[in-house]
């Protein structure tokens, strides 16, 4: 069964400081990892996309990193604001034919920085 | 501006009663999308349609119904039959070539009592 894995669960942070989320996916055949930013009450906003030949993307403050070899990948927070106090999604896509993607979703990572 | 809406922000409904969500996008998207999100899970996809008049079930579509009249629009009923309605619905689009990211919409808090 396709599985996305995400780890902490929750993660509290003092303002400033960095944090790394982490998601590991038993996803097959995979096709791309997306990280979401979701502010509580919200939908998700997309942070990076990358494919399998990516190894980093950036956007911002926030590094996606993507080891395809061992199915993982990792979000890293740089200089933390309050403003990303929310929780951070992981989701892993595979190609299903006919211009179709089946997306496999984690549980997210709730992140709070505090002051 | 572009973008994906949804109405209501809040719905609450009582037991019983089919009550309908609206998506609608000016993005030019093809495929949308319809989730259910529960607290401590995943996002589900409860129905997805690529192209207008035809839509297919997702993971979890029992006592969920759909319908693709228009490409901007992407209404979500959901029904009697379904056994715990209370949820948090989020609906998103995509195109379909390229990049295929999914644009998100700010999501509709259904509470049935």
């Known amino acids: 069964k396709n599985q996305v894995e995400q780890s902490p669960q929750s993660l509290i942070i003092l303002e400033g400081k960095n944090c790394t989320l982490q998601c590991n996916y038993t996803v097959s055949p995979f096709s791309n990892l997306r990280w979401y930013k979701q502010d509580t009450g919200r939908g998700p906003v997309s942070l990076t996309i990358?494919?399998?030949?990516?190894n980093t993307k950036s956007n911002g403050r926030y590094t996606a990193t993507l080891d395809a070899d061992t199915k993982q990948s990792s979000l890293h927070i740089t200089a933390s604001q309050l403003s990303d106090s929310a929780s951070y999604i992981c989701v892993v896509s595979v190609y299903s034919g006919a211009g179709s993607y089946q997306l496999t979703f984690g549980k997210g990572t709730k992140l709070s920085v505090i002051p | 501006d572009g973008g994906i809406t949804q109405s209501p922000k809040y719905l609450f409904r009582k037991e019983g009663q089919n009550v309908t969500l609206s998506c609608e996008q000016n993005l030019n998207h093809d495929a949308m999308y319809w989730y259910r999100q529960d607290p401590g899970q995943g996002l589900r996809l409860i129905y997805y349609s690529q192209i207008v008049n035809d839509f297919q079930k997702g993971d979890i579509a029992e006592g969920y119904s759909v319908s693709r009249e228009k490409k901007e629009s992407f209404p979500l009923t959901v029904t009697s039959a379904q056994k715990n309605p209370t949820a948090f619905y989020l609906c998103?689009?995509?195109?379909?070539?390229?990049?295929?990211?999914?644009?998100f919409g700010p999501g509709t808090r259904l509470t049935v009592t």
């Open positions: 990358m494919t399998f030949s990516e």
């Open positions: 998103a689009s995509s195109m379909i070539e390229g990049s295929y990211e999914q644009y």
